[in-house]
């Protein structure tokens, strides 16, 4: 869609934004707003204990940061007033059923959402694998779930990476695996819920043992290493996220779905303004090193292409 026509639609919409404390979901929330004040509503799904922390930490990781000082300097002392009118937060939860969402809340968004994008992710690359899988890949079918109960929904909008596609080269075909279940060294189907129970088996066998909580983390970072390379992918971050496109895939039916796949993305490039950053991000700790003159040099081929985006 060319952007006019973006823009075109976003106006009156009700908008779901999870994972909006993460570095896109905020960027895109501040764009909406920016470009689209006729938004009807974006509700911000939140981590918290109830919708008063989840308020804190949206004025606080999201609608205080650097990012909105474009959109503060052109609302002015009306900037307050746009966002109680068209932002809110909900607190809830993707790795939980119905998003964890109280019964008001979830009955509200139901019949009020017209577009859900799911930003949500655990981005570890070797974080825990029961974690990691809670959130990339059931939380996937949670918020699928949840999206086909909206009575008008017209549009989810999944947030994947370029890199579910494992360690491939060449053209990469769609059906090759996020329509099969097909994976990258073994004959046999990936299969989720046998992942699941896997993942639940290690852990109360850990518990059994009355591991410490080091233990358990440690454990459980090997081996979601050991289950993303039996299968062809390099770590537990784009493993999970593989997982939850092919459980997107199988189980979307007719529903109107778009998938984004980034590569690496580093900091704005035009919009708001430039270079706009938040902490140190995949790539983002070389870059820092080499400017500060620690790193001398990065091991790689001359005709390598380096895939960033901005």
Known sequence: ??????????????????????FLGKMLVEKVLRVQPNVKKLYLLIRASDSHSASRRMYTEVIGKELFRVLREKWDTNFESLIAEKVAAISGDVSCENLGLD????????????VIVNSAATTSFDGRYDVALGTNTLGVLHVLSFAKKCTNLKMLVHLSTAYVCGERDGLILEDE???????????????????QKLMAEKLEELRDQNASADTITTTMRDFGIQRAKLYGWPNTYVFTKAMGEICLRNSKENFP??????TMVTSSYKEPFPGWIEGLRTIDSVIVGYGKGKVKFFLSKPKLVLDLVS
Do not use: C, H
């Open 177 to 195: 695996m996020f329509y099969t279940g097909k994976t990258l060294k073994v004959t046999s189907k990936l299969d989720f819920k046998e992942e």
């Open 103 to 114: 019964v008001n809340d979830m009955e509200k968004l139901w019949k009020d959402i017209d």
């Open 257 to 262: 779905l778009v998938i984004i796949r980034p």
């Open 1 to 22: 869609m060319e952007l006019e026509k973006i823009v075109q639609f976003l106006e009156n919409k009700t908008i779901l934004v999870t994972g909006a404390t993460g």
